[in-house]
């Protein structure tokens, strides 16, 4: 099956940094698309941003200038760069991605991580 692996999240004071990666396994053929959405509590899951396979990028208002997206093919992996973090950036993590994989027949297919949590906090 296919899996996504998030790690990083943690505890950080305001103005501090974050690096969160997310590693894709599983039979997969082809990725082509990444992204990361975060979900605060009472809120709904929002895009933070997300990656194409050509490597273009697309951020939320709320991060542009901070955070920085990118992708490492080779072992279908991205890492979220976060930076000046703010407490409204606490939040789940959550990794997601379109993959083709050995599972799927002809077909992409989304795909969930499991989520990691990030505070920002004084």
């Known amino acids: 099956q296919v899996q996504l692996v998030e790690s990083g999240g943690g505890l950080v004071q305001p103005g501090g940094s974050l690096r969160l990666s997310c590693a894709a396994s599983?039979?997969?053929?082809?990725?082509?698309?990444m992204g990361w959405y975060r979900q605060a509590p009472g809120k709904e899951r929002e895009l933070v941003a997300s990656?194409?396979?050509?490597?273009?990028?697309n951020y939320a208002d709320s991060v542009k200038g901070r955070f920085t997206l990118s992708r490492d093919n080779a072992k279908n992996t991205v890492y979220l760069e976060m930076n000046s973090l703010k407490p409204e950036d606490t939040a789940a993590y959550y990794c997601?991605?379109?993959?083709?994989?050995?599972?799927?027949?002809?077909?992409?297919?989304?795909?969930w991580g499991q989520g990691t949590q990030v505070t920002v906090s004084s």
């Open positions: 599983g039979g997969i053929r082809s990725i082509n698309y």
């Open positions: 997601n991605a379109n993959v083709l994989s050995s599972y799927s027949g002809s077909y992409y297919r989304f795909y």
């Open positions: 990656i194409t396979a050509g490597g273009s990028t």
